[in-house]
């Protein structure tokens, strides 16, 4: 497994919430990983990336404020540190190792995909 991600949970609205990927050495050396997230019946939305040295980070403006992404090279991880959750944040989130070492908003950037990981946000 190249991608591991961890940290589902069912939160209620406003509530907080941090998701886990761990990704080999190999697939992850060197370029970004992103978080993605794709909720029923919608297409796969970019949420947050980070660069391959954690310098540069990238959100969609609707999470702009309330995630953080973060990584530790030295652990291969990327978390998302998810705040003041709303339900439609509610969706399964995947992580990615991008083609390069920037983040970009587009899933066509990024050739390893994880396991989905299920986030649910009550009203």
């Known amino acids: 497994v190249q991608l591991q991600a961890s940290g589902r949970g069912l939160v209620q609205a406003g509530g907080s919430l941090r998701l886990s990927c761990t990704c080999s050495r190999r697939t992850c050396s060197n370029n970004a990983v992103g978080w993605f997230r794709q909720a029923p019946g919608k297409e796969r939305q970019f949420v947050a990336g980070?660069?391959?040295?954690?310098?540069?980070?990238l959100y969609t403006d609707s999470v702009k404020g309330r995630f953080a992404i973060s990584r530790d090279s030295a652990k291969n991880t990327v978390s998302l540190q998810m705040n003041n959750l709303k339900p439609e944040d509610t969706a399964v989130y995947y992580c990615?190792?991008?083609?390069?070492?920037?983040?970009?908003?587009?899933?066509?950037?990024?050739?390893?995909w994880g396991q989905g990981t299920q986030v649910t946000v009550s009203s």
């Open positions: 990615a190792a991008g083609r390069s070492p920037h983040p970009t908003d587009n899933a066509i950037d990024y050739n390893y």
């Open positions: 980070i660069s391959w040295r954690g310098s540069g980070t």
